[in-house]
């Protein structure tokens, strides 16, 4: 049974940084991408970060520059470095990966992990 856990939320003022960690566990033969959402109280589930098997990453337009994802291919595990914190990036981080594992094909996802940016 593959399993994704979140660490590194937490409370930061407005400007300041986090870093979020996502490690795999269970059976993995290939990972596909590797992403992070979030959903703030009242709103739905939106990407922020995606991080494909080939080395590719694509951003939401409000993470930009602020944001980074990586992934290792090694460890099978993703983070998400947050930069120039905002209030307006309060919400519930999920990790997210497409995973093969026993020849079965599927999405997963994290239990989540608050991110509170205070202004």
């Known amino acids: 049974q593959v399993q994704l856990v979140e660490s590194g939320g937490g409370l930061v003022q407005a400007g300041g940084s986090l870093r979020l960690s996502c490690a795999t566990n269970?059976?993995?033969?290939?990972?596909?991408?590797m992403a992070w959402y979030r959903q703030a109280p009242g709103k739905q589930r939106e990407s922020v970060a995606i991080?494909?098997?080939?080395?590719?990453?694509n951003y939401a337009d409000s993470v930009k520059g602020r944001f980074t994802i990586s992934r290792d291919n090694d460890k099978y595990t993703v983070s998400l470095q947050m930069n120039s914190l905002k209030p307006e990036d309060t919400a519930v981080y999920y990790c997210?990966?497409?995973?093969?594992?026993?020849?079965?094909?599927?999405?997963?996802w994290g239990q989540g992990t608050q991110v509170t940016v205070s202004s």
């Open positions: 991080a494909t098997a080939d080395g590719k990453t």
């Open positions: 997210n990966a497409r995973i093969t594992t026993l020849g079965v094909d599927r999405i997963y």
């Open positions: 269970g059976g993995i033969s290939i990972i596909h991408h």
